[in-house]
């Protein structure tokens, strides 16, 4: 079984920081992509950004320069450094992670979410 927890939201002020925390866990053979997407109220689930285990990334057009996605290979842990933010990124952030379990069974698992309310 495999876990994703999720930390750091919380309620920041326009122009402030924030960063977010991912870990996986459990019956973990390999991690390939990481990564963050978001949904805000009344809309769909988008991209923010994700990682590849050579440290690989690629961004939404939205958040470029503003945020950064790093990772611990060792610690099967990802992060979201979220610089300059705005009113627009409020939203429920989801970890996400392409994991090769230990029965080499290839599968996406998400985290449960963590808000993040920007403040004008």
């Known amino acids: 079984q495999v876990q994703l927890v999720e930390s750091g939201g919380g309620l920041v002020q326009t122009g402030g920081s924030l960063r977010l925390s991912c870990a996986a866990s459990?019956?973990?053979?390999?991690?390939?992509?990481m990564g963050w997407y978001r949904q805000a109220p009344g809309k769909q689930r988008e991209l923010v950004g994700t990682i590849r285990s050579g440290g690989t990334t690629n961004y939404a057009d939205s958040v470029k320069g503003r945020f950064t996605i790093s990772r611990e290979n060792a610690k099967n842990t990802v992060y979201l450094q979220m610089n300059s933010v705005k009113p627009d990124d409020t939203a429920v952030y989801y970890c996400?992670?392409?994991?090769?379990?230990?029965?080499?069974?290839?599968?996406?698992?998400w985290g449960q979410g963590t808000q993040v309310t920007v403040s004008s």
């Open positions: 996400y992670a392409y994991i090769t379990t230990t029965g080499r069974r290839s599968y996406d698992y």
């Open positions: 459990g019956s973990i053979f390999s991690i390939s992509a």
